[in-house]
């Protein structure tokens, strides 16, 4: 890709606008850890579900989808659309939940729901564990897919591709470690907007160079003539190799609820949840999720759908089915050159958003839950924000070594499923029964991890087969979840002080805390079940807008406008009973 003085320029405008943005919220970064990871808690919704979807809309993302589109047609993203279900049961039931907890980072949890040692080691050992290898993990395979990006577009060697990632790694981390949250939220929104009206604008380009939607569709449909399967189809069919009927069925019944991954944490956690930390009360962090949740699974996926398809038609004989999505920004034949600067600015928007979080997030971890915790509990302000400040260039350090040493962006996948496999069921529950101690978490984190590793080292069931994959979901799940229960009946509970002040600063509603109120004369603010009507009528209306606007697309207008309709109904019965659950919850607390 050749690039011309005024793209150059362009580029360099974005990154001075991210400078200026870091230089700005410096000094109220510098005020107290508070201020560094949370941004005093004074963050709005829009603010909040912004920097949320940003996070989630990585450099590698829109490779990988079409790669997806390419191989297994629409129905390819049932790997991740499968998680809606997840992310609204955290909009509806934890968000609120998370919210009056109060703490810092999802981890320092542990120790306002359990008691004694056992809780302490729990959260010192998954701040170190999720703040530097995972943390790193991740870094890493992001780093991967924009040394990709970079070498196609800027015909790099793979030497020169790194220096230009350590660059722009050096940078994310100078203007995250100068401001905090701040700075990576306000950078967020504009790196969001710039991305999504960049990525819009190369599906607009894609599609015309193609004829239009209706040529788009028939191209399409012609090329799968034969196969037996369409690649326009929103489910995948019955005998499908990639994704037989067992398969499928754990995506959507078991592994939504079942598997810790980054993002996608059953009942919230992660940087999903420290934006909900970050939030002005309950009420915005319900809001910045469920914005959060509509823009990830209903409204972003399209731009990089149409333009996979369209990359199919223009480059069928592509043997890097990713690099379609490359292809069709360097061709001069679909994507206009002058606009090639700002495509790069927002690759680079995108790799930053994504970077930015991990860094402060990872580094919340080890300064509030380690650092804070076991090694300088009486420190000032001054000194944990330093910390923090130094904690945030050694992630930096050490994910470069990572993704020096790690052979893929699969390679990475697979560790994360092999350490997050079964965990989610004692994630969830922990909120609503009283009996879960901190030995149900620690029994539910090694199980999970030695089955998995026995299965597929031992045994020998490969992740990648599809029936293999289900098998080893399943028996993971069956085996971590007894393993969990059972240490939980044979270990005592905690003690009634320590549940009784959990219950009185969370309220969690639902029969499994109904000792524990009657003890305490406190009963809980909302309905559970009213909580999971919500969360119903929120998976109806994601999909429904999901399917919806790719109908329209698609060509059949009016089943297109039925399911919007459908959507727009669920909206407005959840806003109803959002509303209701508000006004009952001001009375209880009154």
């Known amino acids: 890709m050749t690039l011309t003085p005024l793209d150059w320029l362009v580029i360099a405008a974005y990154f001075l606008l991210n400078l200026a943005i870091g230089l700005f919220y410096a000094r109220r970064a510098r005020g107290s850890t508070t201020e560094f990871f949370l941004s005093g808690r004074d963050v709005p919704w829009w603010l909040a579900g912004t920097s949320m979807v940003a996070t989630t809309f990585a450099a590698d993302t829109p490779l990988v989808v079409t790669g997806l589109v390419a191989r297994y047609g629409i129905a390819g993203n049932w790997l991740w659309w499968s998680m809606a279900a997840s992310g609204m049961l955290t909009v509806f039931v934890y968000a609120r939940l998370w919210r009056r907890a109060g703490v810092m980072t999802d981890v320092e949890f542990a120790e306002i729901r359990y008691a004694g040692r056992p809780a302490a080691v729990l959260r010192g050992f998954r701040a170190l564990y999720l703040g530097l290898p995972i943390n790193c993990i991740v870094i890493g395979w992001v780093n991967l897919a924009m040394m990709k990006v970079l070498e196609v577009t800027l015909g790099l060697e793979a030497a020169g591709a790194l220096w230009v990632l350590l660059a722009l790694l050096a940078f994310t981390a100078f203007y995250t470690t100068l401001a905090g949250l ?258 149900s978490e620690v029994a539910a984190m090694t199980v999970a991890a030695a089955t998995s590793l026995f299965l597929q080292i031992g045994v020998g069931w490969d992740s990648d087969r599809p029936r293999e994959f289900a098998l080893l979901m399943l028996v993971t799940v069956a085996i971590t979840t007894a393993s969990w229960l059972l240490v939980t009946w044979l270990t005592p509970p905690e003690p009634a002080s320590t549940l009784d002040a959990f219950f009185l600063r969370v309220r969690p509603a639902g029969p499994g805390w109904a000792r524990v109120a009657a003890r305490t004369g406190v009963r809980a603010t909302e309905s559970l079940g009213a909580q999971l009507v919500n969360w119903i009528l929120g998976c109806v209306m994601i999909y429904a807008t999901l399917f919806g606007v790719g109908t329209v697309l698609l060509g059949r207008a009016w089943i297109g406008i039925t399911l919007l309709g459908v959507s727009a109904l669920s909206a407005l019965a959840i806003a109803r009973g959002i509303s209701s659950s508000s006004t009952i919850a001001d009375r209880a607390a009154s």
């Open 182 to 439: 701040w700075g990576v939220l306000v950078t967020d929104l504009v790196q969001f907007v710039l991305k999504m009206g960049m990525v819009i604008a190369l599906a607009w380009f894609a599609v015309r160079a193609v004829g239009g939607l209706s040529a788009l569709e028939a191209k399409v449909a012609a090329l799968d003539a034969g196969s037996g399967g369409s690649r326009l189809s929103f489910f995948p069919s019955s005998d499908s190799v990639w994704m037989p009927a067992i398969a499928f069925f754990v995506y959507l019944a078991v592994n939504w609820w079942a598997s810790w991954y980054p993002g996608s944490e059953p009942g919230g956690g992660g940087y999903v949840a420290q934006r909900i930390f970050s939030a002005k009360d309950e009420r915005h962090g319900l809001f910045a999720t469920l914005w959060f949740n509509i823009a990830h699974y209903a409204v972003r996926p399209w731009p990089w759908i149409l333009t996979a398809l369209a990359s199919i038609v223009l480059y069928p004989n592509l043997a890097d089915k990713e690099a379609g999505y490359v292809r069709t920004l360097m061709d001069p034949q679909v994507f206009p050159a002058a606009l090639r600067g700002i495509m790069l600015a927002a690759f680079a928007a995108a790799y930053m958003s994504t970077i930015g979080t991990q860094l402060n997030w990872g580094a919340s971890y080890i300064v509030n839950d380690w650092y804070r915790r076991f090694v300088r509990r009486r420190a000032s302000e001054r000194e944990y924000v330093a910390v923090s400040q130094a904690s945030t260039v050694v992630l930096m350090l050490v994910s470069i070594y990572v993704t020096l040493h790690l052979a893929s962006i699969e390679q990475a996948w697979k560790l994360l499923l092999v350490t997050g496999a079964g965990t989610g069921g004692v994630l969830l529950m922990r909120w609503f029964w009283w009996r879960i101690n901190a030995w």
